[in-house]
């Protein structure tokens, strides 16, 4: 198994619901990614998980809140958000997380959920 | 000046012409991605490399260290190539060029 799913693919919401975007691999990755993309725009970095752990947070609103179950999954919590919050939110994957240049360090991309805040 | 350039921004051609996308960067790397996202959906993983060249059926790469250049080269380009691709270089974290956004016409 060779590829990142992610649950659902779209999704609409209201500024008071509470909603939660979810990301799988069975690749045994051990670092996994949350991006947000803008249309027309490249992917921003949201979070990165190293070991289940939060290595990175690239100061996102706490509105956006992460979670890492285990080594498989990454959960996106969110609350309280904005219509400037809809986007597409990409979930990747890669064996581990560093500067290298080395295979360990390549992502695989999930295929996104599309996120509409009304 | 974004760290990673791309060029052209859009480029529209026929069916069966060899194609070319450039990507300049201006820090250092590990290794440098390109990357395939189609209308509306997620990003696939074409390439990724560190020296040299790579190819892949109708697909190759080639990276300059010493320019800080790498270009993406589709040869017999068909309408199925159509999508957007991104050149992203690794630093500490992947940093992203602003995408090619390909047109083959039938």
């Known amino acids: 198994d060779t590829e990142v799913t992610q649950t659902p693919k779209h999704l609409v919401m209201g500024m008071t619901n509470k909603k939660s975007l979810k990301c799988e691999q069975h690749?045994?990755?051990?670092?996994m990614y949350w991006y947000k993309q803008k249309a027309k725009k490249p992917p921003e970095l949201m979070f990165v998980?190293?070991?289940?752990?939060?290595?990175i947070n690239e100061s996102v609103p706490s509105r956006f809140s992460p979670e890492c179950p285990n080594s498989s999954l990454l959960n996106l919590h969110l609350h309280a958000l904005q219509p400037e919050d809809s986007a597409l939110y990409l979930c990747?994957?890669?064996?581990?997380?560093?500067?290298?240049?080395?295979?360990?360090?390549?992502?695989?991309f999930g295929p996104g959920t599309r996120l509409t805040v009304l | 000046k974004n760290e990673v350039e791309q060029s052209p921004q859009n480029l529209t051609a026929q069916e069966g012409e060899f194609i070319t996308i450039n990507c300049s960067y201006s820090?250092?790397?590990?290794?440098l991605h390109w990357l395939q996202q189609h209308p509306g959906g997620g990003i696939v993983s074409l390439f990724m490399l560190s020296s040299g060249k790579k190819k892949h059926g109708r697909l190759i790469a080639t990276i300059n260290i010493q320019e800080k250049h790498s270009s993406l080269h589709i040869t017999a380009s068909h309408p199925r190539d159509s999508a957007v691709y991104i050149c992203?270089?690794?630093?500490?974290?992947?940093?992203f060029g602003k995408g090619t956004r390909l047109h083959i016409l039938p």
């Open positions: 820090v250092g790397i590990s290794a």
């Open positions: 992203a270089v690794r630093s500490s974290t992947l940093i």
């Open positions: 998980y190293s070991y289940e752990k939060l290595s």
């Open positions: 990747a994957s890669s064996q581990a997380h560093g500067r290298g240049g080395g295979a360990y360090n390549e992502q695989f």
């Open positions: 690749m045994g990755h051990r670092a």
